[in-house]
């Protein structure tokens, strides 16, 4: 059952808020996943939904952790932006809605050419045990 703003306010930190249901954005390098090389897998901090596995994360040098690849077809949803007058592709988590980054085709050196560049607040961790 869909949460109601009330709800997400209530469970999300106001940062988590601002990023995942007002589609903010962290600052570069700023965030608590850039530099996570741990195994383990990326989820939907709102609803903790698997999104991302490590195997996919690599260094783009851009400041926010980044993946050539989701978890399964079906982990993230992808919609046209054409806010701030550029065109570009949201990324949300397909279970929840939440916003998580952008996808960028611009990783020449990765095997998919995608770059989905995803906000650390956005995400949670989940080690491999």
Not at 47 to 73: H, I, Q, R, V
């Amino acid at each position: 059952m869909p949460q109601t703003e009330d709800e997400w306010k209530a469970k999300l930190t106001p940062e988590q808020y601002a990023v995942l249901r007002e589609k903010g954005t962290d600052a570069p390098f700023s965030g608590a996943l850039v530099n996570n090389h741990d195994t383990g897998d990326y989820m939907c901090a709102a609803c903790g939904s698997k999104l991302f596995d490590s195997t996919t994360k690599f260094e783009s040098g851009s400041g926010w952790p980044s993946f050539y690849d989701p978890a399964n077809k079906d982990a993230v949803k992808l919609i046209e932006d054409n806010s701030l007058g550029m065109s570009r592709t949201e990324v949300v988590c397909a279970t929840c809605g939440g916003h998580l980054g952008h996808l960028f085709n611009d990783a020449y050196d990765q095997p998919t050419g995608n770059r989905f560049c995803m906000n650390s607040t956005s995400l949670a961790f989940k080690p491999k045990s």
